[in-house]
C-alpha cells in the first residue's frame, strides 16, 4: 500500500504543471452561461474540455445538448448549452464513477472592481486569480488531473470505470439538468458520484461537505399610487412604495435576527463548529457589526433558513426628484434547510409576505427558483475511502462540514441514481469569493485536491458496486 501511495504521489506530481497550465487556458475562455452573455464562449470552452479529456485518454468523448421543454422564457422550450460526457466502461466487478462538474462562470460584474482582468488568470501570493479559477474550471481540472495520472497506470481489466459530466449552465441554475438525466440516464448512471463543486474547511484542512441548503427565491412588488406625485403635497398620508416596501421586508426577520417566517424548520448540522471570529474574518464582516439569529455560527450557516434581499428595483438616487414612487419591487432569495420541501417553503413565504402588506399596500408575488436541499448517507464506504484519500493528500484528518449555499440538481442525481454514493468535493476555500470580483483558487490546495482525487478513484478500484449506498 505504501509502495503505490508513493508511485502515485509521483505520477500526480508529474502532472501539476500541465495541469496549471491547462486550467489557465480554460480560465482565458469567458464562458458566461447567463443568457445576456455570448454563447459562443461557452462553446468554446465546452469544445476546450472535450479536448482535454481526449488527451488524458478517455476513450469516448461527446459534447451534448438537451432540449427542455416550457422552461424557457415565457414557458418556452429551451435548449441547453453545451456539456460533455465522456465515458470509461467500468472493468468487469469494478464500480463507475460519475465525475460531475461545470465549465460556465457567473458574469464577471465590473472591471475595476477586479485587482487584475477577471478572464486573464493573475498569481499573486499563492492563489491564482480569474473568474472560474475556483468555480469550477478548478474542479473540471481535478478531474482531468486524475485520469491523466491513473489512466496510463490501469489496464483494461483495472481501476474503475468513469463516466465525466461537465456542464455548461449550472451558474444560472441548470435549468435542462433534468432533460438532461432524462436523455442520458444510462450513460450517466454511477454508484459513486463526485461532484467537484464545492470547498475545503479551509486552507491546509480537507472538506466533504455532507449538507446543502436548498433555495427559494421570488421578486415582490408593492403598489401605493397609480402614478407618481409630487412628494410635498401629498407626503404624509400616503406612504411611498420604496417605504412600503422596506417595511415589508423588515418583518422577515425578528428582533434577533431570525427568519420569522411560520412553517421554515431546521435540520441537525455536522459536528464540526465555525468560531465566531474565523467566520467574520472570511466574510470580510465589519467590526461594527453585530451577527445576525441564534444558535452557533454553523447552525445559522448551515441547518436554519435565511433570507437575503439580493435585488432591487426603484428610481436609482441619482435620477431621483421630489415624487412619491408609486412601485417598488424586490428579489428575495431563501435558503431553506435539509429537509425542507422548497414548495412548501414558498408557500410560507408568499404567505407571510401577503399577510403583512403595510398600509393595506397591493402586494404582489411571483415565484421564482426552487432548489432542494441535500443529506448525504455517510455511510456509503465510498465515504470512508474519500475520507482517507484526502487526509493522504493533505497530512491532516479531513472533516464533514455543511454548506449554507446550494446545489440543487444534487437533489435531482439522488431522487435517479438512489443507490449511488454522493461526494460532495471541492476546491475552494472561505477566501475564494467565488462569485465575486478577485475570485481566486489557493494553489497548493489545489494540487493537494488533485491528488486526492487521484487516491479516491484509485481506492475505489476493487470496492465493486458495493462502494455505493446499501
Known amino acids: 500500500m505504501a509502495g503505490r501511495l508513493a508511485t502515485l504521489r509521483a505520477a500526480s506530481a508529474a502532472q501539476d504543471a500541465a495541469t496549471r497550465a491547462d486550467l489557465e487556458a480554460l480560465v482565458r475562455l469567458p464562458s458566461v452561461s447567463a443568457r445576456a452573455f455570448d454563447a459562443t464562449h461557452v462553446h468554446a470552452s465546452a469544445a476546450a474540455v472535450a479536448e482535454l479529456l481526449r488527451g488524458a485518454g478517455v476513450p469516448q468523448v461527446d459534447v451534448v445538448t438537451a432540449r427542455a421543454a416550457g422552461v424557457g ?11 460533455v460526457i465522456a465515458h470509461r466502461p467500468a472493468p468487469a466487478g469494478a464500480p463507475t464513477v460519475l465525475l460531475y462538474a461545470h465549465h460556465d462562470v ?4 465590473r472591471d475595476e472592481d477586479w485587482s487584475s482582468p477577471p478572464f486573464e488568470p493573475t498569481e499573486r501570493d499563492g492563489r491564482l486569480f480569474g473568474r ?30 468513469v463516466t465525466v459530466f461537465v456542464e455548461g449552465e449550472e451558474e444560472i441554475g441548470s435549468p ?14 454511477a454508484d459513486v458520484i463526485v461532484v467537484a463543486d464545492s470547498g475545503n474547511w479551509r486552507v491546509g484542512v480537507p472538506a466533504l461537505t455532507t449538507t446543502l441548503r436548498g433555495l427559494v427565491d421570488c421578486d415582490v412588488t408593492v403598489d401605493v399610487l397609480s402614478h407618481a406625485v409630487h412628494s410635498g403635497v401629498n407626503g404624509g398620508p400616503v406612504l411611498d412604495a420604496l417605504t412600503c416596501l422596506a417595511r415589508l421586508l423588515a418583518t422577515l426577520h425578528d428582533a434577533d435576527g431570525d427568519v420569522a417566517v411560520d412553517g421554515l424548520h431546521t435540520s441537525q448540522a455536522p459536528v464540526v463548529d465555525l468560531d465566531e471570529a474565523t467566520f467574520r474574518a472570511d466574510a470580510g464582516v465589519l467590526p461594527e457589526v453585530r451577527l445576525a439569529g441564534t444558535g452557533t455560527v454553523a447552525d445559522r450557516l448551515w441547518t436554519k433558513p435565511a433570507i437575503s434581499v439580493i435585488g432591487l428595483d426603484a428610481t436609482p438616487v441619482d435620477r431621483a426628484s421630489n415624487t412619491l414612487v408609486p412601485s417598488a419591487r424586490a428579489k428575495i432569495s431563501m435558503r431553506i434547510a435539509p429537509g425542507q420541501d422548497p414548495s412548501a417553503a414558498m408557500t410560507a413565504l408568499r404567505r407571510h409576505l401577503l399577510a403583512n402588506a403595510p398600509f393595506g ?41 455543511g454548506m449554507g449555499g446550494s446545489i440543487p440538481f444534487i437533489a435531482e442525481l439522488s431522487a435517479v441514481y438512489p443507490r ?34 487521484v487516491l479516491l478513484l484509485d481506492g475505489l478500484a476493487g470496492r465493486g458496486t458495493a462502494a455505493g449506498r446499501a
Open 176 to 189: 435542462t439538468f433534468a432533460a438532461f438525466l432524462d436523455e442520458h440516464r444510462e450513460a450517466l448512471a
Open 106 to 109: 457567473q458574469p464577471p460584474g
Open 132 to 161: 472560474g479559477a475556483a468555480d469550477d474550471k478548478a474542479g473540471v481540472m481535478a478531474h482531468v488531473h486524475a485520469l491523466r495520472t491513473l489512466l496510463p497506470t490501469w489496464g483494461p481489466d483495472e481501476g474503475v470505470g
Open 361 to 401: 399596500a397591493r402586494v404582489r408575488v411571483d415565484d421564482g427558483e426552487l432548489g432542494q436541499a441535500f443529506s448525504a448517507d455517510t455511510s456509503a464506504p465510498a465515504h470512508a475511502v474519500a475520507r482517507e484519500a484526502f487526509t493522504a493528500a493533505f497530512g491532516v484528518p479531513a472533516v464533514e462540514m
Open 420 to 453: 449511488a454514493a454522493i461526494l460532495v468535493t471541492g476546491v475552494e476555500d472561505p477566501d475564494s469569493r467565488a462569485h465575486g470580483a478577485d475570485e481566486s483558487l489557493h494553489l497548493e490546495d489545489f494540487t493537494r485536491v488533485c491528488l486526492g482525487e
Open 73 to 83: 422564457p415565457d414557458g418556452a422550450d429551451l435548449e441547453s448549452h453545451p456539456a
